[in-house]
């Protein structure tokens, strides 16, 4: 799986939009890029995944640099519930016996009133 | 609209007992998993499942069993419990597909105390 950097913490105040950076410059051709998000002492929530196109659900936008080296996570408008652990993980589709999904530090947000 | 549901919520244990975690999802998932997060640590594969009647260790299976006899169902037991699995349980389900891009949909997982 290719590695990925995210900000250790940011805040966003309540009501706007919050964009979530990540980035994977050794991603490979057939990675795609999810993001997860664990909220204190609950199971971890899945959010979106995209390939190369820039995808949108109810939830969030994942947005994609063209060269997808680098990617966006958009929460349009934050409310104090979306204050979590957010995941950017980069991973190919997978064959039996390695199915393992690995998260690694991500990035605090803090929803601020 | 219950997902991924994970019985007990919280459990405490003396060393040497044993008890078995229920994991059952609605999702009609052809894979399920069971991994435990312990505190500063990301999550660490148990053992995991591709379908019906099969399954497979991950990174940290000893000390664990687990059956899948019915699709909707994963169970991890412990046989005899130890204090080193004082953890958060996690079970998670994905859709079919061997190379499939599916995400892994997770419960709010079992907290496990071993005194």
């Known amino acids: 799986d290719a590695k990925t950097t995210q900000p250790p913490s940011m805040d966003c105040a309540e009501g706007r939009a919050a964009n979530l950076p990540c980035n994977h410059s050794t991603i490979s051709g057939n990675e795609y890029v999810y993001w997860y998000r664990q909220i204190h002492s609950q199971g971890p929530q899945y959010i979106i995944h995209g390939l190369k196109n820039n995808e949108t659900n109810e939830m969030a936008s994942l947005i994609i640099t063209e060269d997808r080296k680098s990617s966006t996570l958009i929460l349009p408008h934050a409310t104090l519930r979306d204050t979590a652990v957010y995941y950017c993980?980069?991973?190919?589709?997978?064959?039996?016996?390695?199915?393992?999904?690995?998260f690694g530090t991500g990035t605090r947000l803090t929803i601020i009133p | 609209n219950a997902g991924v549901t994970q019985t007990p919520k919280f459990r405490v244990l003396k060393t040497g007992q044993s008890m078995t975690l229920l994991c059952a999802q609605d999702?009609?998932?052809?894979?399920m998993y069971w991994y435990r997060q312990d505190p500063g640590m990301g999550l660490r594969l148990i053992h995991y499942?591709?379908?019906?009647?099969?399954?497979a260790k991950g990174e940290v299976p000893d000390g664990y069993n687990v059956s899948r006899l019915k699709k909707q169902n994963f169970l991890l037991g412990l046989e005899s419990a130890a204090p080193s699995q004082t953890s958060v349980y996690f079970c998670a389900s994905r859709g079919k597909g061997e190379y499939s891009n599916q995400p892994q949909h997770f419960g709010d997982g079992t907290r496990l105390s071993i005194l």
């Open positions: 993980i980069v991973r190919a589709p997978r064959g039996f016996g390695n199915e393992k999904l690995t």
């Open positions: 999702m009609n998932h052809e894979y």
């Open positions: 499942s591709v379908g019906e009647g099969t399954t």
